[in-house]
C-alpha cells in the first residue's frame, strides 16, 4: 500500500491564483480530512469527510473547498490563493471514525506571494 | 468548539531523564485524546492514544493519563534517548467529527 499521498510535494503561487491539492489514499478509509499547519499553531482542521459523497467544515475553512466523489480521493481547492495561505498542508485519513489512528500524508508546502 | 492547550511549548532534558508534557481541553463531550509526534520535516505520526472510559495507558517508556474532572491529560516519557527530540501535539475529539490539536511542544533531549 502507498498509505496517503499528496501532490504536489511544494507549490508557488501569485495572489489570485486558483489551484488543487490533491489526496488520495488506496486504504479504503472512510474519513478523510485536510490539515493546514503554521509555526507555532499546531494543527488546524480546514474540511473533512465521513464518507464518498460527504464533507463538512472544520475549524478554518474559509477561501478553501472540497469534495469527495470516490472514497480513495479528497482534494482541496483554493479558490484565490492569499498570502494568509501560505503553509504546510497535511492530507490524513482513518479507517472508520476520526477517534482511531489518523494517518498522515507527507505534506504540502504552499508559498503565496 | 473544542479548545485545547498545550504546555510547555519547548522542552529540554537530559538523555535519561522524564519528560511531562501537559494538556487541558474545553469541551466536557470530548471522548478521545491521541498524542502525535512530528520529526522535523516529516508527517505526524501516532503515537499513544487515550479514551474516556479509561485513567492510564502505558506503551513502553511512554505513557497517558487522563482526569476528565479537571479535563486534562498527560504525556510521560521516561528514560528519554535522543531519538525522541521532536515536536510532540496532543488533540482531543469531541462529540461531532473533529480533532482539535494543541500547539505543540518542542522537545529536545540532549546527550
Known amino acids: 500500500n502507498a498509505g496517503v499521498t499528496q501532490t504536489p510535494k511544494f507549490q508557488v503561487l501569485k495572489t489570485g491564483q486558483s489551484m488543487t491539492l490533491q489526496c488520495a489514499q488506496d486504504?479504503?478509509?472512510?474519513?478523510m480530512s485536510w490539515y493546514r499547519q503554521d509555526p507555532g499553531m499546531g494543527l488546524r482542521l480546514i474540511h473533512y469527510s465521513v464518507g464518498a459523497g460527504i464533507t463538512d467544515q472544520g475549524e478554518v475553512p474559509n477561501g478553501y473547498n472540497v469534495s469527495r466523489s470516490t472514497t480513495e480521493d479528497f482534494p482541496l481547492r483554493l479558490l484565490s490563493a492569499a498570502p494568509s495561505q501560505t503553509s504546510v498542508y497535511f492530507c490524513a485519513s482513518s479507517y472508520g471514525q476520526v477517534q482511531e489512528t489518523q494517518y498522515f500524508g507527507p505534506g504540502t508546502r504552499l508559498l503565496v506571494l | 468548539g473544542e479548545n485545547v492547550e498545550q504546555h510547555p511549548s519547548t522542552l529540554s532534558v537530559q538523555e535519561g531523564d522524564s519528560a511531562v508534557i501537559k494538556c487541558t481541553y474545553s469541551d466536557s463531550a470530548s471522548n478521545y485524546f491521541p498524542w502525535y509526534k512530528q520529526e522535523l520535516g516529516k508527517r505526524p505520526q501516532l503515537i499513544i492514544d487515550?479514551?474516556?472510559?479509561?485513567g492510564e495507558k502505558k506503551d513502553q517508556r511512554i505513557a497517558v493519563t487522563l482526569n476528565k474532572t479537571a479535563k486534562h491529560f498527560s504525556l510521560h516519557i521516561t528514560e528519554t534517548q535522543p531519538e525522541d527530540s521532536a515536536v510532540y501535539f496532543c488533540?482531543?475529539?469531541?462529540?461531532?467529527?473533529?480533532?482539535?490539536f494543541g500547539g505543540g511542544t518542542r522537545l529536545m533531549v540532549k546527550p
Open positions: 488533540a482531543a475529539c469531541d462529540a461531532g467529527n473533529m480533532l482539535t
Open positions: 487515550i479514551r474516556s472510559n479509561v
Open positions: 486504504m479504503n478509509h472512510e474519513y
